[in-house]
């Protein structure tokens, strides 16, 4: 231990390897830092840190948690040492250059993100994307959990990639837990805000404040925001670029046509139109697109070089995956997990087919209650058939979630088939002509229930049988 230092000053952050919320991330000659948790205190796990290698622990000075310390370990108590966060991370991890793109809003996120993150590398710039995809560059391929992981892994990640630009989704909770302290944002991006997570923020209030602090934080950014969200928000800032659809704007495009194909759009900027067809399906993802365009533009790349990036791109990972299987049918799965975001996907998917819909999804356990039955009602209305089954349930009874969606439903319209994997490939086997849309889950690759995470994919699922 560091025992020679005798104040917080002394200590030479910039000097150790790395810095650690998780004991079991630590490595040689790092700091580990322990908070107390929503369940934990991470005081507990400090015997795992040092057997890992941590150099120095931290606390905060007003830290009253007593057991298995002082008389053992070395401590330093930090003071406001969640709010001095942000500190600690910059003199840690200093290598790091990236212009930064930081994306919030309820939904569109991870396709605006992921949007950025491709064109920018098919234009031989190199990027990191951070969010709910994980972390990814030419170099690396890592999970992370969170959509917006802890302060010190996004600084870690951001040091280590030594790419040109980072591109950040930055959720609710990242926001509100301070995770992008001190990070300097070339660009912000509001997707929109619509309900979700009141579980957590207590009203949509508090809700859109959070999402609302990000984009009005008095710095040198420039904010992206869509025409329509203008006045809603009341977002005055000088550097502010506005998109819209079928609306005068900086940046506007209207549908020339749609199918389960893609889209051809006309585009305008500064008078002059321009053409884009896109592999992306569905009206919900021409404000993505807008989103992607309009940060490419304010990084000074050309307005056809940035077309052509963003039509190079196919697919992201679980946002309206199509597929067609050996039996012919139809199938999307999309990660749409909130009523605003269901009901584009399925509103979109009728305006594109004269098919009858099945629409297979659930609710996640303890999360928003409110939120089912909405999202119930809403699978109602555009689906001849609605599966009900499990997705996430954590502590609770599946069964019991199922039933809190099934109340907004008409009764001859539902089943409910909590094996999610077996509703699936029951519905894929069905004999009828049916386009089936999986939702919820989208590139998730498990599933979390009584404590325990089990291998579950939509992707893979489907996939098998095409």
């Not at 040689?28 to 015997?47: D, Q, V």
């Not at 996120?109 to 995809?133: C, D, E, R, W």
């Not at 923020?201 to 025409?227: C, M, P, W």
Request: proline share 3%; hydrophobic share 35%; with cysteine.
């Amino acid at each position: 231990m560091h025992s020679k230092f005798q104040s917080m000053s002394e200590l030479p952050l910039s000097h150790f390897s790395g810095c650690y919320l998780n004991a079991q991330d630590v490595c040689k000659n790092s700091i580990y830092i322990a908070l107390k948790g929503s369940k934990t205190h991470g005081a507990e796990f400090i015997p795992q840190a040092l057997a890992n290698g941590a150099s120095l622990i931290l606390m905060d000075k007003e830290d009253s948690y007593q057991p298995l310390l002082s008389k053992k370990y070395k401590i330093y108590k930090y003071p406001d040492l969640k709010i001095n966060l942000p500190t600690i991370a910059k003199e840690v991890y200093k290598n790091r250059s990236q212009e930064l793109i930081g994306i919030t809003g309820t939904n569109g996120k991870t396709t605006v993100a992921f949007l950025i993150y491709k064109a920018l590398n098919k234009l031989n710039k190199s990027t990191l994307y951070i969010g709910t995809l994980g972390a990814l560059s030419e170099n690396c391929k890592i999970k992370t959990g969170n959509t917006t992981p802890d302060i010190f892994t996004i600084y870690k990640l951001l040091e280590d990639s030594k790419t040109a630009y980072g591109v950040l989704e930055v959720s609710s909770h990242g926001i509100d837990q301070n995770r992008i302290g001190g990070l300097s944002f070339s660009i912000k991006i509001l997707t929109n805000i619509t309900y979700d997570h009141i579980d957590y923020h207590g009203s949509i209030e508090n809700y859109q404040n959070t999402k609302l602090r990000f984009i009005k934080e008095d710095d040198a950014s420039k904010v992206i925001i869509s025409y329509d969200d203008l006045n809603e928000y009341q977002v005055s800032k000088k550097e502010l670029f506005s998109i819209a659809v079928n609306k005068e704007a900086d940046l506007s495009a209207t549908i020339i046509s749609s199918n389960l194909e893609g889209m051809q759009l006309s585009i305008y900027f500064r008078g002059i139109q321009y053409f884009m067809t896109s592999q992306l399906v569905g009206s919900l993802n021409v404000p993505n697109l807008l989103n992607a365009l309009a940060a490419l533009i304010i990084l000074g790349i050309d307005i056809k070089d940035a077309i052509d990036a963003l039509e190079s791109i196919s697919n992201i990972p679980g946002r309206m995956s199509i597929f067609k299987t050996n039996n012919s049918k139809t199938v999307i799965v999309d990660y749409a997990h909130t009523p605003d975001a269901m009901e584009k996907v399925l509103s979109d998917i009728n305006k594109m087919t004269t098919k009858n819909i099945t629409t297979i999804f659930g609710c996640g356990g303890n999360r928003d209650h409110a939120k089912r039955p909405m999202m119930g009602s809403i699978a109602s209305k555009y689906s001849e058939k609605v599966i009900l089954t499990s997705d996430n349930p954590r502590d609770e009874d599946p069964e019991k979630i199922a039933l809190d969606i099934a109340t907004s439903i008409d009764p001859s319209k539902y089943q409910i088939h909590l094996d999610r994997e077996e509703a699936i490939l029951r519905e894929i086997e069905a004999e009828d002509d049916s386009i089936i849309l999986v939702l919820g889950k989208g590139h998730e690759a498990q599933q979390i229930s009584d404590g325990k995470a089990i291998s579950l994919s939509d992707l893979e699922i489907v996939s098998r049988q095409c």
